[in-house]
């Protein structure tokens, strides 16, 4: 279980992340959803030690993330950020081979290479895992990112905005991996994610930040409402329901 | 390229190396060399072709390790200041210790050019506009500016012709006894390899690399310190080389990516046929006098630098 306790960061005068505290399932998708500027990807960042807080304390699984290894944690708990931005010239499978460098240090066993294959097959990468990251679009690139967090086998992946740059059929392949990868093999996701229609559909529990605090957090049933959506967003939307999907429609 | 070009290329320039120069020495009289041919061959061209090795090897590792840790591909050991600052290093221990042994003059330009590629390193921290051709200009000015100090005072000093020995680089110089300094890179080369992951993933940035439970710090903190000791010791034997740094692990990333691990052994053969062409290139051009090689080198690398900016868009 990830805790959160009482965590704020402020950049100069403002609080980006205020006095925010939050308990997150094992086992489960998590969405983080907000508007802009909420705060989400900082809050991540926090969980996920790139980032430290001014107060406030994150443990995971009952220990505090400040005092344990950065090497240790590289085992337990995976970060993608939003945007990145690589000047190197690495091939698709030297990528996610870094993925393992939390376990092999550089010499990679066949062990290792399994889970590389593997997290290259569930982002079907396999065709293209020899070509030159950038001789690929954003979607394929982002894709590549993802399959290095999966071959880091960590019970806990986070990942900011994962839909960036992709479209339909690639954000739903993406979603549906996170659902496996939760349904199967038990991790613990936590995504940042714009698109509400799709934090509806994928997660199990949704959490809402607004200007650094937490506006709203429960089900899927409990957030997606008119009324919470409004206090979030400040916007009218209907939500229809769609064999049993809570779809909001905001549109106009 | 293929590597097994390489490895003939640079087997057959070696030994052309061998036998170009002023004395007549014949790959055909190799087991009937007179006194003279013996001593010039163990006392100059073996010595120099080891130099010339060493020195083409260890400047390309580093400058591929300064362009990952700085993640640009422009910034080398020319281009940040290093060189310089190991020149300065070297001045400094000449006014301090009048007569400073080569120990003295290492320790002391080693730590010159750690601090100036350290304070190269914190002004990149600060620079917002992280334009690629921006920042190895940064280094240019700031190796310039360190370059200009090391004139005004050696000027002062009356040591500006001592200097000059170590301003253009030159294996001509080289004989047994004046060289053997450079053997220290030869362990750095390994410990190159054994980082390699480890600056490649600091090259991805901060953020990757704790996420990948990276040590940052010091994975860049060794980085700096083979590239500084392994260019001071260059400077120290040979002079500045400039330029090779920069554009063999340029030319090797093109073709081969930029997975260290994967490049470094490439790295190192094309920075020694590089370099070994260029000098054989500066034996022969006006034999039988000779061009010294920080010229061929600066000459032959910045046309290719210019090469690499104009087509840098296509790839970048």
């Known amino acids: ?252 | 390229m293929k590597k097994r070009y390489l490895v003939v290329m640079l087997i057959l320039l070696s030994f052309a190396s061998l036998f170009v120069g002023v004395t007549n020495i014949s790959p055909f009289d190799l087991f009937r060399f007179d006194d003279h041919q013996t001593q010039i061959f163990w006392q100059s061209r073996v010595p120099r072709l080891i130099s010339i090795l060493i020195a083409g090897v260890t400047l390309s590792i580093s400058g591929f390790i300064m362009q990952q840790l700085s993640r640009n591909k422009f910034v080398s050991p020319t281009t940040a200041g290093t060189m310089d600052s190991a020149r300065f290093g070297i001045l400094v221990s000449l006014v301090i210790f009048t007569s400073a042994s080569p120990i003295e003059k290492m320790i002391v330009a080693f730590v010159f050019s750690l601090a100036g590629t350290f304070l190269f390193m914190k002004i990149l921290d600060r620079i917002k506009m992280k334009d690629p051709i921006f920042i190895p200009l940064v280094g240019l000015m700031f190796g310039n500016i360190i370059s200009s100090i090391t004139t005004f005072f050696a000027y002062q000093r009356d040591l500006i012709q001592n200097m000059s020995a170590w301003l253009q680089g030159d294996f001509s110089m080289i004989t047994a006894g004046r060289y053997e300094m450079l053997y220290i890179s030869i362990p750095l080369v390994v410990i190159a390899y054994i980082f390699a992951d480890r600056f490649t993933i600091a090259g991805m940035g901060e953020d990757f690399a704790r996420n990948l439970g990276l040590n940052y710090k010091q994975a860049v903190n060794v980085g700096l310190v083979i590239v500084a000791l392994s260019t001071t010791l260059v400077v120290l034997t040979v002079g500045l080389i400039p330029f090779l740094g920069l554009v063999v692990p340029n030319i090797v990333s093109i073709y081969r990516g930029d997975n260290l691990k994967n490049s470094l052994s490439d790295t190192a053969l094309l920075g020694a046929v590089f370099i070994l062409f260029c000098d054989i290139l500066g034996r022969i051009l006006i034999y039988p006098y000779e061009i010294p090689i920080g010229l061929t080198v600066g000459v032959i690398g910045s046309g290719l630098f210019i090469y690499l900016l104009m087509r840098r868009r296509d790839y970048a």
């Open chain 1, 1 to 252: 279980m990830v805790e959160v306790q009482a965590v704020s960061k402020s950049y100069g005068l403002k609080a980006v992340v205020d006095n925010v505290s939050v308990n997150i399932e094992k086992g489960k998708i998590t969405s983080f959803i907000g508007p802009n500027g909420a705060g989400k990807s900082t809050l991540l960042s926090i969980i996920s030690r790139l980032l430290s807080a001014d107060t406030g304390e994150v443990l995971i699984d009952g220990q505090k993330v400040n005092e344990t290894k950065n090497r240790d944690l590289a085992k337990k708990i995976a970060i993608l950020k939003q945007s990145n931005h690589l000047s190197l010239r690495l091939s698709v499978r030297d990528l996610v081979s870094f993925g393992r460098f939390p376990y092999s240090q550089g010499k990679l066993t066949k062990e290792d290479q399994v889970y590389i294959d593997e997290a290259i097959r569930y982002m079907e990468l396999e065709d293209m895992q020899d070509k030159y990251l950038d001789q690929l679009s954003g979607g394929q690139k982002q894709r590549a990112f993802i399959a290095m967090t999966i071959a880091q086998d960590t019970e806990y992946i986070l990942l900011d905005e994962p839909l960036n740059n992709l479209d339909m059929k690639h954000s739903v392949q993406i979603m549906k991996v996170l659902r496996r990868l939760a349904d199967e093999l038990g991790k613990t996701i936590l995504i940042v994610i714009h698109d509400i229609n799709f934090a509806s559909v994928y997660s199990d529990y949704i959490v809402a930040l607004k200007d650094g605090k937490i506006e709203a957090q429960g089900t899927v049933n409990e957030i997606i409402t008119s009324l919470t959506l409004k206090q979030i967003y400040g916007m009218d939307m209907p939500i229809k329901e769609i064999n049993n999907q809570k779809i909001c429609v905001y549109f106009s």
